[in-house]
């Protein structure tokens, strides 16, 4: 069955970095939109981040130019590599393979805090 797994998430200092992974099986990986989204305790899910089968990149306003999505196709897994974190990026990280239906991983954790 269709499954996305992410991990990475923990504990980092404001002004730190972080590498979220997610691997997709059960489907034809490289096929497919990966996107990564966030929500933070009463707030709404929120993108993050997305990468087009063909590599094309999109952002969330409040991460463009600090965040970066990429993704390895020969892996099945797509990555968020998060830059100067600010105690805001504090959140349940989860996961996205587009389409219909959509599939969400379990979501990982990520604190940004001193």
């Known amino acids: 069955q269709v499954q996305v797994v992410e991990s990475g998430g923990g504990l980092v200092q404001p002004g730190g970095s972080l590498r979220l992974a997610c691997v997709g099986s059960?489907?034809?990986?490289?096929?497919?939109?990966m996107g990564w989204y966030r929500q933070a305790p009463g707030k709404q899910r929120e993108l993050v981040a997305i990468?087009?089968?063909?590599?094309?990149?999109n952002y969330g306003d409040a991460v463009r130019g600090r965040f970066t999505i990429s993704r390895d196709n020969a892996k099945n897994t797509v990555y968020l590599q998060m830059s100067s974190l600010k105690p805001e990026d504090t959140a349940v990280y989860y996961c996205?393979?587009?389409?219909?239906?959509?599939?969400w991983g379990q979501g990982t954790q990520v604190t940004v805090s001193s």
């Open positions: 996205q393979r587009w389409g219909s239906p959509a599939y």
């Open positions: 990468v087009t089968s063909g590599g094309i990149t």
């Open positions: 059960g489907f034809t990986f490289r096929m497919y939109t």
